[in-house]
């Protein structure tokens, strides 16, 4: 994040309703009973999906992405890696199979958008959609 | 092409050296006797990719593919999708079994690009370093 | 249909509120952003099987189911075929683990239908169903 | 047969040259030496359809089935279930793999049936074909 | 539910609204046109995970889940047993790739429960969430 | 045993210690504390094995036999049949893999039995040193 | 054919009994009703092995073969490649699986022969006898 | 522990004869030449599970595991998680096949315990048994 | 054979009508022209079968034998050996895979047979039945 | 050789710059530090092709090329049968797998050769570009 | 032992209580009967390795191995190459899977040996700690 | 490196040009595009092999390792172990089917060396030349 976007960790938080540290495995939302309709990791680390591919919740997001799958909601995951190794091949063929969805911020030029900022917007509108969460943004789209 | 670029195919034709139809399956690049270092799909759709994972040679892209890998020569494939499903994932899985690189053109903002240009001119020096061929564009950059 | 029904293509694409040509893979029902519910493929020929179990989106059909699955809609394969040889229960295997539901139309006698065309409304009854449709005939049935 | 023709035991045994209660293990046909040309089981609940696939022979019928399997001769099972899970499609690869031939006793319209009997009646002269039987009925036809 | 409970049949009838017979296979519940939200199967015997595991509908119980899992329809198998083998392990694995979720009643210890009556409401309670029933019991808990 | 041995159950009851029925699957020896050393299975049906393959424990000899298994003490089968199909192979492979041990009672030739009884003593004695139980009978042998 | 053989359609037309479009997927040779002891398909290149291979009868010669598998025909499939990949070999096996026989015209030549006629003609006559046809050639041979 | 027993790590250690921290990988209990006859883990988190199913030694706890598994001894994992996902399943399945024994302390009821601390000693009784610990409790019981 | 029966290999051969040197594996029965319907090991040691299920033709034996499953001719091993280890079970699995038959001289008890002489008939005449012998012993028999 | 070229042994060492026993296991090219750029088999028989693919360095051949394998040298087999067996594959594809390429010198036609002789020399010219070796032979060609 | 040690085989069998020559495939420890607490292949080659992962009993070592798995014996296979290609890991996973112990003499460095004659000694102890056999020098060590 | 050498960290950094702690997982290193020839992890322990198999990137030398086959260079890990479990036999498959080389420091004793620190030289020797680097040292040798 500091390199991406040049934001620190407070910035960042600044920006979220909520927030968590990862050492925090006891946080509330790594409860079953914590009622969730969606998860979404953005982006993804190739380590956290290894981690989620093979129920090693070494911590809190790991371990909210385990229960996720198994009280059966829906969990996205935004990969960002390339080229693919055959692990990362095996281990999202693994969380597929568990049920969560590979969704890698692969970006469409369809739209011919001007700006970065455009296209990013088109893919995180794009997972709000998988989740089920109505788009603030107006304009219509075709996708990929 | 059309729908991205607003390229039309002879625009298109005018950029290569040399170009072929993909009908064209006894052209010379489908002979295992055509020397080469390496091919790039570039994009790789997924019809494309399922193609080469199970050696249906169905036209020339796939052919020249099917025969790169049983020459054992570099093959990568920028595949370009979002979210997989478990036939995409099986047929990446697959290829890279083969010997084929999965590359999916995945922007990186380590750099902080400023424009589309950018994100797009780095992933693709970044496939021309996966290939051997040394990049005109001369700054430096560190990868994902 | 021609051999079956002895309808032509026009007689059909009367019926149909809406008709594409399977070359037709740029149509709108071939993105990811078209919202749909559901997809019921009647009947599925083996082909079409073969090329969803290995997403070999060969047209605007195949595309289509390719897309359902990566955005994990309902889809729905009316497979028709007899005897199975392993290629066809291998793909049927593939699609389901892809999260298909094969459902080949096997009439049931239960009811004792008094003709074929109750035989084969009893199917598509069952299959609407399965797709959340009410269906417009009142009668109750217990299903297989 | 109670539920889907009206008949009674006793009506069908009087149909058949010879009859078996399931539970008459020991009966001649569950013998190798017992010499046959071919098996058929029709209709094949899923759950003899999935006795056979494990070699659970827990009556007459799947001994008789699994003693078909071992001695090498053919074995047609009919099976009739809609839509199919994952373990319907398991075990019909796997008696495949042992063997048998899966037939799914599924109409074809090829020939415009006028009735349900002669709809049912195609099923049986290609089942009959199946294992060498020359059918009673003159009238050609070519199949799905 | 004798040695556990001192219970006989006719009392654990009493409290159920509807009961049939594990050999009644042609009850309406074993009906797919006969709709159901959910099914739970409390206390799941290994033999009973065996059977729903290979599709060997040899009794209501399992033919019912058989049913639950063709069409797609929520299923929880409430296993009981330790150790695992090998067997135990290869079956609870089959059903959860066929749709099924394997919910062993494991005590949790969280809450701290004063009583083993409390203990076993901790555990039916989580079982209706997950089937969507609200609870009867207002007390928030917050699962393992 | 009434075909081979022309014995009924009372003659074979009187041989034995103790004896229960195969519905008795509440029997002390079907508990994983009832205390053993080893567990013999002679003969073991292919029914019995296909039972114990897949974790299906329909009647006491099969519960125990997967009480054994999980309680990991010494379970052997001498399976007799012939010649075998790929079910009753991946069957005996799947015991295998959960500890158990395939002793099908094939008779050895090195010591030139002269009658069916020593021949048959003989495949006893190695089953009886299979599980650590001294022979009664002194003379050596060498095996297969 | 016409880079190998100088031949055109016209003459190889000429050569046959009968001949078929491959566009023409209705054609009689692709019902199973369509009585045949054996089917050749020579030569196979990869393109069709893989269709088959997968169950994707994308034209009449893929077709007849899925029908030929389906219906327990012998199928031999004449494979002509080098080297092999890995889809080729997946491939060949998954046919192999499937019942076909993959007879790649490999030479043999301990029979000396004189010239790439004979070379040729001994492999026609070996599949022929895999097919059951008497030579019309006398001269005896022994083989690879 | 804090969470469920109300015990901190203080009161934890003076019950024990010895502890380790988990940071201390060099401890002689990690060491092959430390002789032990059997390890338990308890209770035995999915995060465990998970380390030592795939050989990854993260702290003392999982590399004590490890070398119990390549020293042959016995090692019994009390996992406790409900409901289970597919990593759970494939993690117990791989931790067996590798020889370790998966015991969740799930409870009977056949003895019908009248408070916790004795449905807890019935799970704590088994486990000892399984490792050849005489239990200190003389009550006989009958088992699961 | 020295061992079991006191035959010296002399006094075989004087048995047979044609016999071959192991070590000849370029005799006429290694060729796919030599015309065979059947081939029976009698009896079948481990390591033939290794051999066989690998391939690994080392010797004329082992070599006839591979030529038998390229040429799908029936293939009958009478393999001998208790217990079995899972490589055994992995070979006999393969070779059933790739066509052959595992038949273990596995005595029956059902006709009561007098004497060892008597036993070994009856399996020399089931082998002979599995490829289409006619005994010439008359007395009917009912196999196992 | 002797079959098929009429020459001995003496002649074809004449022909070789160096040439070794195949009983000769310790000789310099078993070593890995004998350096060499690729190894190639050629004829190779499906007895060697087995041994290689199972790692069963039985002679020097063998263990040079399970060497080759082990030092990720390219190492090339021209196997050579016809047709094909499941073990055949099975072997080829482990090759394969394991990084070797399998080269069955199957001749091409598209250069319409005159003779054996050209044949052959096609081939060889091939293997040797397949291997980095400059051809002798001037004349291009383009390959299968 | 000649290239490494220096010695010949009359020196080495000199120092053996008893030796057998590996063509001897009848000697007594080649029999199920021969009883054993465990065997030890030292050093163990890659060649003896492939031989008992596949059952190919090949001389008297790997059919004692193979004895020495079908009696569920200890078997410790002291495995000596590097690197490892993909067949040598396929043969001692099966090995693994078959009950065998793989112990490379990986010499460990932590007791700080002076010498390699103390390198080898501790190896032997920790192979001979493996089979039971207290070792007769007293210097305690702490392993890996 | 403390037990085995006596070496602290302080003085192990001088011997090396650069040096990065594995907490540090945004160094250069880390990067695809720091170009590098090929990695060598030594020794390589059981966890690090566990991390790579896996694609578990949780610290700077296991992402360098990913980063390493993503970009399909040489990646070679001296693993140090023994006995293996399953878990490590595992993880060293998928490790060389994701293309790294295993090499275990197995000392080879044909150059019979005279002490542990020329036994030590001559892996690093061998390593060295699997990546290409001349050798400091003159003294030819034969390898394994």
Redesign the interface.
Known sequence: MH????LDRRALEALADVSYSPADV?A?IA????STEAMVVAPC???S??????????NLLT?AA?VA????RRL?LMV???????????????V????A???????A??H?????DE?VGD?VE?VL??IGVESAMPRS????
């Open positions: 390199h991406e976007l040049g006891g509330a409860s079953g009973s914590f680390s190739m380590k999906l290894a981690s989620i591919a093979h129920g090693l919740s070494d371990r385990d799958l198994k009280e059966r996205v960002r890696e390339t080229p693919f190794n055959l692990a990362h091949l095996r281990n999202m063929t693994a597929t199979e568990m049920g969805i590979v969704f890698p911020p692969m970006p030029f369809y011919r958008p001007q700006s970065i296209l893919t794009r959609a998988m789209w075709s996708g990929l």
